[in-house]
């Protein structure tokens, strides 16, 4: 039988394999790090892994990370009644809120209408937009979608749904490549995507 690693080693290099980008070898090289490394701090590790899960959740209203009921920007009472932007992930979120130049709050959807991933309107947060444009009468929607096929299709869909509403409604418009998402934009792309907003039913010059 071929030399190999103890169980415990294999064990904790297949667990990393399990992250997202991380082959074979680079869980191999993180396993031997974090075992053989004075700097690794694996049982500090341990317990973030274990504590993050249980103390990090969804925010209620909007769907970024929150500890509590709300997170840190609903909870801001100055931010109550002003725009809505609405993105796909939560992750989208801290790179807009990031520029300083966007002062509403946020909706994140979830991810976007895919037929050929079996994401329809019902598996994405629609309904709770819906809901919040009623109660909190926003004044104004930006629709902040990923500029590719799919993203033109929930931006138009969402556009559709949110127009009776009476809610005045925009989009970013320049600056984002066709194709890109919005964490992969640096800070002035951003700013400048927010500055250059127009009425979501305005098609792209060009």
Known sequence: ?????PAPFLELARELRRLPG??????????????????ARPAALSAALASA????HPCRRCGFFATGDLCEICAQPSRS?????????ATDILPLERTGTFGGVYH??????????????????????????REEAPCEIILALSADV???????YLREILAPLGVPL??????????????HADQITLQRAL??????GERQPG
């Open 1 to 5: 039988m071929p030399l190999d690693y």
């Open 22 to 39: 991380v082959g074979p070898r680079s869980a191999e090289r993180i396993a031997l790090w974090l075992l053989s490394n004075k700097d």
């Open 53 to 56: 899960p249980a103390a990090v």
């Open 81 to 89: 009644g002003r725009e809505i932007c609405v993105v796909e992930h």
């Open 108 to 133: 994140a959807l979830g991810g976007r209408l895919a037929p050929l991933d079996h994401i329809g309107p019902d598996q994405l947060r629609i309904e709770p937009l819906v809901a919040r444009v």
């Open 150 to 156: 799919e993203g033109e299709a929930t931006t138009n």
């Open 170 to 183: 925009t989009r970013i418009a320049h600056g984002l490549p066709a194709g890109g998402g919005l964490e």
């Open 195 to 200: 500055s250059g907003r127009r009425p979501a």
